[in-house]
């Protein structure tokens, strides 16, 4: 038997928190640079441009590569001669991301409780911890970091055991595509199939840990990427998907149970290993390149020229000067409450701008943490009533319903996207921020910025 301390593990955890939030590995690196290369698209250059130097901003400042440092899952093999002493180990999984989050000033996403107490638990934690009990003396530990927007957009899926490979190509290459652009594009995608439905939901996931495959897991997941690139938005130039991980495993004889695991662009994974009471990481850190970025031609306005921002057709890129307010869910079922109530909002939102976002915190010294937009779908049931009350502008990724729409372009406003997932570079555009509202929100309290050409484009208007 070999005796290790859990404080090892406490310590790899952390370890791998801050690897997996702040670079991105050598493989990932490597596959998003090949398609900014092979890009001939100036816009679509321009989105894996940002991306590349996001990562390279994000490493040398050490801070997150975006702003939604997610939820953390850990899935642990444990050899069976290892005997563990310490504390508990969950506790010390748990103590690893705690301490991660708190050191590497990482945003905090996790609440108590899904439907009966959404507080914030201020710690990120509890993890999802999965372990499992190998051969051998040997401790191996991968970390997943999930962001909402990707982790939304995953699926389960029950096909009919009797289908063909071509059919189950188009039904999983169908689940792939209906997450949009809502999972920051271009993406990875992890798919489990067989057992029961949420052992192929637990092995979509694990499967972005691994390397080895059958030659038929391999053929499938290219035929998925193919059909899938082939079919993508067209601003994605057959990147829409950069790399698919597929394991197929033992199921019942009437069952083909299938999970698909979005995770975005920057794949925010990291493993190591413990042997002979050391730990090993595996991260390889790239050398990152001088990206050149906003190859879109852009003007620059100022958020207070009204007329000007009012007057902007779809599909135009600028760069936006001025003053505009961070509001995601929680304010904006705040501001429904104050209306209904018939009192006034904490800001007067006639011809200004919010943007739908949740900051990292900042380090001492830093005006904000790491800052990129969220996704604009889940503020359309309060958007209606904002834009009506003279709302000028809202900024985030994704699409908009066709209410929400119709009020925009009715009331000659706007709403802009940005890029998703390169928090770092967007963090260097704020030159001021404060606080001005439900400072108990913490990450999702009201924000008034003062930003200086800040890249979007107007998707609606």
Same mark, same amino acid.
């Given at each position: 038997?070999?005796?290790?301390?859990?404080?090892?593990?406490?310590?790899?955890?952390?370890?791998?928190?801050?690897?997996?939030?702040?670079?991105?590995?050598? @493989?990932?690196?490597?596959? /998003? =640079?090949?398609? !900014?290369?092979?890009?001939?698209? &100036? %816009?679509?250059?321009? *989105?894996?441009?940002?991306?590349?130097?996001?990562?390279?901003?994000?490493?040398?400042?050490?801070?997150?590569?975006?702003?939604?440092?997610?939820?953390?899952?850990?899935?642990?093999?444990?050899?069976?001669?290892?005997?563990?002493?310490?504390?508990?180990?969950?506790?010390?999984?748990?103590?690893?991301?705690?301490?991660?989050?708190?050191?590497?000033?990482?945003?905090?996403?996790?609440?108590?409780?899904?439907?009966?107490?959404?507080?914030?638990?201020?710690? @990120?934690?509890?993890?999802? /911890? =999965?372990?499992? !009990?190998?051969?051998?003396?040997? &401790? %191996?530990?991968?970390? *997943?970091?999930?962001?909402?927007?990707?982790?939304?957009?995953?699926?389960?899926?029950?096909?009919?055991?009797?289908?063909?490979?071509?059919?189950?190509?188009?039904?999983?290459?169908?689940?792939?595509?209906?997450?949009?652009?809502?999972?920051?594009?271009?993406?990875?995608?992890?798919?489990?199939?067989?057992?029961?439905?949420?052992?192929?939901?637990?092995?979509?996931?694990?499967?972005?840990?691994?390397?080895?495959?059958?030659?038929?897991?391999?053929?499938?997941?290219?035929?998925?990427?193919? =059909?899938?690139?082939?079919?993508?938005?067209?601003?994605?130039?057959?990147?829409?998907?950069?790399?698919?991980?597929?394991?197929?495993?033992?199921?019942?004889?009437?069952?083909?149970?299938?999970?698909?695991?979005?995770?975005?662009?920057?794949?925010?994974?990291?493993?190591?290993?413990?042997?002979?009471?050391?730990?090993?990481?595996?991260?390889?850190?790239?050398?990152?390149?001088?990206?050149?970025?906003?190859?879109?031609?852009?003007?620059?306005?100022?958020?207070?020229?009204?007329?000007?921002?009012?007057?902007?057709?779809?599909?135009?890129?600028?760069?936006?000067?001025?003053?505009?307010?961070?509001?995601?869910?929680?304010?904006?079922?705040?501001?429904?409450?104050?209306?209904?109530?018939?009192?006034?909002?904490?800001?007067?939102?006639?011809?200004?701008?919010?943007?739908?976002?949740?900051?990292?915190?900042?380090?001492?010294?830093?005006?904000?943490?790491?800052?990129?937009?969220?996704?604009?779908?889940?503020?359309?049931?309060?958007?209606?009533?904002?834009?009506?009350?003279?709302?000028?502008?809202?900024?985030?990724?994704?699409?908009?319903?066709?209410?929400?729409?119709?009020?925009?372009?009715?009331?000659?406003?706007?709403?802009?996207?940005?890029?998703?997932?390169?928090?770092?570079?967007?963090?260097?555009?704020?030159?001021?921020?404060?606080?001005?509202?439900?400072?108990?929100?913490?990450?999702?309290?009201?924000?008034?910025?003062?930003?200086?050409?800040?890249?979007?484009?107007?998707?609606?208007?």
């Amino acid at each position: 038997m070999v005796e290790v301390s859990t404080a090892l593990i406490k310590d790899a955890v952390f370890n791998l928190c801050i690897n997996a939030n702040t670079s991105l590995d050598l @493989n990932v690196y490597e596959k /998003i =640079y090949n398609a !900014y290369q092979m890009a001939d698209n &100036i %816009e679509t250059k321009n *989105i894996l441009g940002s991306v590349l130097q996001n990562a390279k901003t994000a490493s040398e400042k050490q801070c997150p590569l975006c702003q939604d440092t997610g939820q953390v899952i850990v899935f642990i093999n444990i050899g069976q001669d290892v005997n563990l002493t310490g504390d508990f180990i969950e506790k010390a999984v748990n103590d690893g991301v705690e301490q991660a989050y708190k050191q590497g000033y990482f945003r905090k996403s996790v609440v108590k409780d899904a439907l009966f107490d959404r507080k914030n638990t201020s710690t @990120n934690t509890p993890a999802i /911890i =999965y372990t499992k !009990y190998n051969e051998g003396s040997d &401790i %191996e530990i991968g970390v *997943i970091i999930k962001g909402g927007g990707s982790e939304n957009k995953s699926l389960t899926k029950m096909l009919m055991p009797t289908l063909n490979i071509d059919e189950i190509t188009e039904a999983i290459g169908e689940m792939i595509l209906s997450a949009g652009v809502n999972a920051c594009p271009p993406m990875f995608v992890g798919v489990g199939i067989g057992g029961t439905i949420d052992k192929a939901a637990i092995e979509s996931k694990k499967v972005f840990l691994e390397n080895d495959f059958l030659a038929q897991e391999k053929e499938l997941a290219i035929n998925i990427k193919e =059909y899938v690139n082939a079919k993508a938005p067209k601003l994605y130039n057959n990147f829409y998907v950069l790399d698919i991980k597929i394991h197929s495993f033992a199921t019942h004889i009437a069952s083909m149970p299938v999970a698909i695991s979005i995770n975005c662009h920057s794949d925010r994974l990291s493993k190591c290993i413990i042997k002979d009471n050391k730990i090993v990481f595996f991260h390889k850190i790239p050398e990152y390149k001088n990206i050149e970025t906003n190859t879109v031609i852009s003007k620059e306005i100022k958020t207070e020229d009204v007329s000007s921002i009012r007057g902007l057709k779809e599909g135009e890129n600028i760069l936006l000067t001025g003053e505009i307010y961070v509001a995601r869910d929680m304010v904006h079922k705040k501001f429904e409450e104050i209306i209904n109530s018939g009192q006034e909002l904490p800001i007067d939102i006639k011809d200004r701008i919010i943007f739908y976002a949740g900051p990292c915190p900042s380090k001492p010294g830093e005006i904000i943490g790491s800052i990129g937009p969220t996704t604009a779908s889940r503020m359309d049931k309060y958007a209606v009533k904002l834009y009506e009350m003279g709302l000028m502008g809202t900024i985030g990724k994704g699409d908009r319903n066709s209410k929400v729409a119709e009020t925009i372009k009715k009331n000659n406003a706007k709403y802009f996207t940005v890029t998703g997932g390169i928090a770092a570079l967007l963090a260097e555009k704020v030159k001021k921020s404060e606080v001005i509202a439900f400072e108990d929100l913490g990450a999702e309290a009201l924000y008034k910025l003062y930003v200086e050409k800040f890249p979007v484009r107007v998707e609606i208007g």
